[in-house]
């Protein structure tokens, strides 16, 4: 079967986030696409595979890390809706089932790619002891980002900070279900970002997430609540880098990018008999 891996939220090879992608006629058993997201080795692989026309959605959709399979990815599915429409294997808006519920993606034609995602219901929590030692800087408030995503958000003193964090994963990951996000407002906008971000994600294998789609369902409400507005857009500032559009839209939120295939090839290890 054909396999792909596609750079997310990037406008050109070797920047925002890969994700290996593949195309399949059913799900097989859950070990064989845990032990092809272990190969893979990147933050996210998608497994898709179509459904019966008529229904909510046109294709089934899951996601695993290399050590556990996920309830919502953002970047994974820009690159399955990217392979989708540059095969033809789907044409136009693609809506997919998934463990988050039913996500929309849709074409435009500057090549961009929206995705509708749930916003993350936002819980101010207390700061725990030892996040801020863990992190390596002092958390200003903490949030608690719901089922879907599942990280604790933090906002930090400035840009600068954010940009210098070196956390102990080991300890960070004690404080929440998947991981961390950390943020901090703009130094510059004029530099075409309004926010700047990065996520640890010790919990589920990756230490840092290059560019990741559902940290901006948490990032956009609680950035547009204090920018006062509802289109914004994210700078993730890992070492790949990468930018998220994003427009709050109520209970949902939509992410735009750009996404390029970088790699096709055949995946010899076969399907386990059903």
């Not at 996040?131 to 990280?151: C, K, M, S």
């Not at 070492?239 to 995946?267: C, F, N, W």
């Amino acid at each position: 079967m054909r396999i792909r891996i596609v750079d997310a939220f990037a406008d050109r090879p070797f920047t925002g986030n890969p994700a290996g992608v593949l195309l399949l006629d059913a799900f097989p058993g859950d070990d064989w696409l845990q032990d092809v997201a272990m190969e893979l080795n990147h933050a996210e692989t998608a497994f898709a595979h179509p459904l019966p026309a008529g229904g909510e959605a046109d294709w089934a959709l899951r996601w695993f890390t290399p050590v556990a399979e996920v309830a919502m990815c953002g970047h994974a599915t820009l690159a399955t809706a990217h392979v989708l429409h540059s095969t033809r294997a789907h044409e136009g808006p693609v809506r997919f089932a998934t463990r988050s519920g039913v996500l929309a993606a849709t074409p435009a034609e500057d090549g961009s790619i929206t995705l509708d995602f749930p916003t993350a219901p936002l819980t101010r929590v207390e700061i725990a002891e030892g996040v801020g030692e863990a992190l390596g800087a002092r958390p200003l408030a903490a949030f608690d980002t719901g089922p879907n995503v599942g990280d604790l958000l933090v906002e930090l003193a400035d840009e600068k900070t954010v940009h210098a964090l070196a956390p102990d994963l080991r300890s960070l990951g004690a404080h929440s279900a998947r991981g961390v996000i950390a943020t901090a407002r703009a130094e510059d906008p004029e530099r075409g970002y309004d926010f700047v971000s990065r996520c640890f994600f010790p919990n589920v294998g990756i230490d840092e997430d290059p560019v990741t789609g559902s940290a901006h369902t948490a990032l956009a409400p609680y950035w547009s609540e204090r920018l006062g507005r509802p289109e914004l857009t994210g700078l993730q500032a890992s070492r790949r880098s990468g930018l998220v559009r994003t427009s709050l839209r109520g209970e949902r939120t939509l992410l735009s990018g750009r996404a390029v295939t970088v790699i096709e090839g055949d995946l010899l290890a076969p399907e386990p008999a059903r």
